[in-house]
């Protein structure tokens, strides 16, 4: 009898080897960990990505809506996108596991393309002193501006969900305000 469970407990104990190898095998713990911190730190360059734009849409909101006071000092307008540009080529955002999310993210792109253009087509007629041209770009613009502030506020309440690495944005140096900066 104590040959059946010494051979019992052989039996189960390299049967349970053989299921916790397989285990790590299949599941790869370690590289679950290493996919979801890449995750979140992807998410937290898209949120400090938006949070510079948002800030600079309220901005130009601003200077916008005075039709009098935009100066060249203002200049260049425009909002930033290379967080954005990176992570799309490297399929991230198609493979988002939130599909709204990676809606409103294509949403908050094709706004900020639209945005970007028109903001740079009010420069140039600011520059030029084309006229009445000026006022009718810049309302357009601050209508641009404001659609995609609505759309930048959607984005940043459902990454303030997602557990993200934050990063710092004035550290990032984006800011058209800072002296020696590219925007």
Not at 58 to 74: A, G, K
Not at 90 to 119: H, Q
Not at 152 to 169: A, C, G, H, I
Request: charged content about 25%; proline content about 3%; glycine content about 6%.
């Amino acid at each position: 009898m104590s040959e059946f469970w010494i051979n019992f407990c052989a039996n189960l104990a390299s049967d349970a080897l053989l299921a916790i190898a397989i285990y790590f095998i299949v599941t790869q713990p370690s590289e679950e960990r290493k996919s979801e911190a890449r995750r979140n730190r992807a998410l937290g360059l898209l949120k400090s990505e938006a949070e510079i734009n948002h800030r600079r849409a309220i901005s130009y909101v601003t200077e916008l809506s005075r039709h009098n006071t935009v100066t060249t000092d203002s200049f260049p307008m425009g909002f930033t996108r290379g967080a954005w540009n990176a992570l799309r080529e490297s399929g991230f955002i198609a493979g988002l596991d939130d599909p709204m999310l990676a809606y409103d993210l294509f949403r908050m792109n094709e706004l900020g393309l639209v945005t970007n253009k028109n903001l740079r087509r009010f420069e140039l007629a600011h520059l030029e002193e084309t006229g009445g041209k000026v006022s009718e770009l810049g309302k357009l613009g601050c209508q641009n501006c404001e659609c995609y502030l609505s759309v930048l506020e959607v984005v940043l309440r459902k990454l303030q969900v997602v557990e993200s690495v934050q990063l710092d944005p004035q550290d990032l140096c984006y800011e058209p305000e800072q002296k020696g900066c590219a925007a």
